[in-house]
């Protein structure tokens, strides 16, 4: 069971970038799919959640209009799709994935995902 996140980089404010996961040894599919990032000195924040049972997306407010999460099931990746980058979004960005349903009021829960990603770094700076 692996996920491998891929696609992060420096790009300037205003910027876009989209993110990769990569899953083996299970399918996406049966599982919801989590976008986490953490910024220096910061905890690690949930950014976008597809549940697995329904298809319900969730953002966090502060990526609400700019991010999209999807995944392509006939790969078995998940991403995330970022756009209006500003360097408040700089972080390391993770995927993970989970239980198949997940409540509503816990998804941006970590401790709800039990597998994830090693991380890929977002840096926005001009």
């Known amino acids: 069971v692996r996920l491998q996140a891929s696609g992060g980089g420096l790009v300037q404010p205003g910027g876009s970038l989209r993110l990769s996961c990569a899953a083996s040894?299970?399918?996406?599919?049966?599982?919801?799919i989590g976008w986490f990032r953490q910024a220096p000195g910061k905890e690690r924040e949930a950014v976008a959640s597809?549940?697995?049972?329904?298809?319900?997306?969730f953002y966090d407010e502060s990526v609400k209009g700019r991010f999209t999460i999807g995944r392509d099931s006939a790969r078995n990746m998940a991403y995330l799709e970022m756009n209006s980058l500003t360097p408040e979004d700089t972080a390391v960005y993770f995927c993970?994935?989970?239980?198949?349903?997940?409540?509503?009021?816990?998804?941006?829960?970590?401790?709800?995902?039990?597998?994830w990603g090693q991380g890929t770094q977002v840096t926005v700076s001009s």
């Open positions: 993970a994935a989970g239980a198949r349903h997940i409540i509503v009021s816990q998804w941006w829960n970590p401790t709800l995902y039990d597998k």
């Open positions: 040894g299970f399918s996406f599919d049966r599982n919801t």
């Open positions: 597809r549940r697995g049972s329904d298809g319900r997306i």
